[in-house]
């Protein structure tokens, strides 16, 4: 096959491959490669907090720290979460049952493990180490999921570009927990992201903001921040539920 | 800054919600406010999520052999303090220092680990906000 020829031949292909648009994806900040840990809580930027809307409460819990019990870093649970959260207890969490489920992509993301990105055009591929859950944001310019399709850990994510800022919107979750400490969202939480390269380009900040007026009464808020590690990769997390063979029977104590 | 100033940050400061504790299962099964100390033989050393398990022999002054089990973080946080997956391996003696398991058997959680020489394993000891 000749060069010209070859190039057309793909250029048609490409064109014709259902979900790969023609985009201008290369012209937007190369998000791709391995990210470090956020291991600590950094104050949200100025400017992304900005683009907060009003009566958000910005978490602290980034990183491997958590609430305490009850507290729920600024958020206003409605009278159903609360009463969920008065009823859960840690030790369930540590069942044979419960102790390799994954959570949902709000409160996974910001937890203390790597992820790696993949960029291409119209798709953006997240993968967390964590429970070794993998995010498709599509960039194509399509609308989100029917209603009436499945919910999700990690939901339904269409993005799109705001100048050097990638804007992610995802519904379609399945509930699951935002402070690991009793307090859940519900199947109809709405989740906006802002992702950007930090100024000397080897960090990656991220503003988190959800609203879930069935379980919150204000809104949500958190910044994570990773670092990129060139040459790393992530692991695979592959979670062994045998660990809580070691919880059970346990007589617990009271200080949770 | 004035003292004013101060008064109003201290203020501010007190007012942000903080977390800073750790996961509750780990409080919840483990003692924070204790510590237990066992000195052993590794004879096994698994470095798997969600956290890693040490198991000993920990000889008792009469001669008999006492199991014990070390739970750890999550690979992911060992790897931050130096640890691999063969830093340490059966036949290895250790003594390990952590929070004792709330029902009194001999089930620990690790927060340090020192190699037969008292040298420590890995960069730094696990505090507790780290522990999930």
Same mark, same amino acid.
């Given at each position: 096959?000749?060069?010209? +020829?070859? +190039?057309?031949?793909?250029?048609?292909?490409?064109?014709?491959?259902?979900?790969?648009?023609?985009?201008?994806?290369?012209? &937007?900040?190369?998000?791709?490669?391995? %990210?470090?840990?956020?291991?600590?809580?950094?104050?949200? #930027?100025?400017?992304?907090?900005?683009?907060?809307?009003?009566?958000?409460?910005?978490?602290?819990?980034?990183?491997?720290?958590?609430?305490?019990?009850? @507290?729920?870093?600024?958020?206003?649970?409605?009278?159903?979460?609360?009463?969920?959260?008065?009823?859960?207890?840690? @030790?369930?969490?540590? /069942?044979?049952?419960?102790?390799?489920?994954?959570?949902?992509?709000?409160?996974?993301?910001?937890?203390? +493990?790597?992820?790696?990105?993949?960029?291409?055009?119209?798709?953006?591929?997240?993968?967390? *180490?964590? +429970?070794?859950?993998?995010?498709?944001? &599509?960039?194509?310019?399509?609308?989100?999921?029917?209603?009436?399709?499945?919910?999700?850990?990690?939901?339904?994510?269409?993005?799109? %570009?705001?100048?050097?800022?990638?804007?992610?919107?995802?519904?379609?979750? @399945?509930?699951?927990?935002?402070?690991?400490?009793?307090?859940? &969202?519900?199947?109809?939480?709405?989740?906006?992201?802002?992702?950007?390269?930090?100024?000397?380009?080897?960090?990656?900040?991220?503003?988190? %903001?959800?609203?879930?007026? @069935?379980?919150?009464?204000?809104?949500?808020?958190?910044?994570? *921040? %990773?670092?990129?590690?060139?040459? &790393?990769?992530?692991? #695979?997390? *592959?979670?062994?539920?045998?660990?809580? /063979? *070691?919880?059970?029977?346990?007589?617990?104590?009271?200080?949770? | 800054?004035?003292?004013?100033?101060?008064?109003?940050?201290?203020?501010?400061?007190?007012?942000?919600?903080?977390?800073?504790?750790?996961?509750?299962?780990?409080?919840?099964?483990?003692?924070?406010?204790?510590?237990?100390?066992?000195?052993? !033989?590794?004879?096994?050393? =698994?470095? !798997?999520?969600?956290?890693?398990?040490?198991?000993?022999?920990?000889?008792?002054?009469?001669?008999?052999?006492?199991?014990? =089990?070390?739970?750890?973080?999550?690979?992911?946080?060992?790897?931050?303090?130096?640890?691999? =997956?063969?830093?340490?391996?059966?036949?290895?003696?250790?003594?390990?220092?952590?929070?004792?398991? $709330?029902?009194? $058997?001999?089930?620990?959680?690790?927060?340090?680990?020192?190699?037969?020489?008292?040298? $420590?394993?890995?960069?730094?000891?696990?505090?507790?906000?780290?522990?999930?």
């Amino acid at each position: 096959m000749r060069p010209c +020829f070859a +190039f057309a031949a793909a250029a048609v292909l490409l064109a014709c491959t259902p979900g790969v648009a023609q985009s201008e994806d290369s012209a &937007h900040p190369d998000l791709s490669g391995y %990210w470090g840990a956020p291991i600590r809580n950094e104050p949200m #930027p100025a400017d992304l907090r900005a683009k907060l809307p009003p009566n958000t409460a910005i978490l602290t819990d980034t990183g491997a720290a958590e609430y305490p019990r009850g @507290e729920y870093g600024g958020l206003i649970p409605t009278a159903k979460a609360k009463a969920k959260a008065d009823a859960w207890k840690p @030790e369930d969490e540590m /069942t044979l049952a419960r102790v390799c489920m994954p959570q949902g992509v709000i409160y996974d993301e910001q937890g203390p +493990f790597p992820m790696e990105i993949e960029q291409a055009p119209g798709l953006i591929v997240i993968r967390y *180490e964590y +429970f070794d859950q993998v995010r498709l944001i &599509h960039t194509d310019g399509r609308p989100h999921l029917p209603a009436n399709a499945p919910h999700t850990k990690m939901g339904d994510s269409i993005g799109h %570009w705001e100048g050097n800022t990638l804007v992610v919107d995802t519904d379609h979750l @399945e509930p699951s927990t935002i402070t690991n400490n009793g307090l859940d &969202h519900s199947d109809n939480i709405h989740l906006i992201e802002r992702y950007r390269l930090g100024p000397d380009g080897k960090h990656l900040q991220a503003s988190q %903001w959800f609203t879930d007026p @069935e379980m919150i009464a204000n809104n949500g808020a958190r910044y994570i *921040e %990773w670092n990129k590690q060139p040459g &790393h990769y992530i692991q #695979p997390y *592959e979670c062994d539920p045998s660990l809580a /063979t *070691e919880y059970q029977g346990v007589k617990t104590g009271a200080a949770n | 800054m004035s003292s004013k100033h101060l008064l109003a940050l201290a203020a501010a400061l007190a007012a942000v919600p903080t977390a800073a504790q750790a996961h509750h299962s780990f409080a919840a099964f483990f003692d924070p406010d204790k510590s237990v100390t066992v000195t052993g !033989t590794v004879t096994e050393f =698994r470095f !798997t999520n969600p956290h890693g398990m040490i198991a000993l022999d920990v000889k008792k002054p009469d001669g008999s052999i006492e199991k014990w =089990r070390a739970e750890t973080n999550a690979p992911v946080i060992l790897v931050e303090r130096g640890w691999t =997956r063969d830093v340490i391996k059966p036949g290895d003696v250790v003594t390990i220092e952590g929070w004792p398991s $709330r029902d009194g $058997r001999n089930y620990l959680r690790l927060r340090d680990m020192k190699d037969a020489k008292g040298k $420590r394993i890995g960069s730094a000891p696990f505090e507790p906000k780290a522990q999930s």
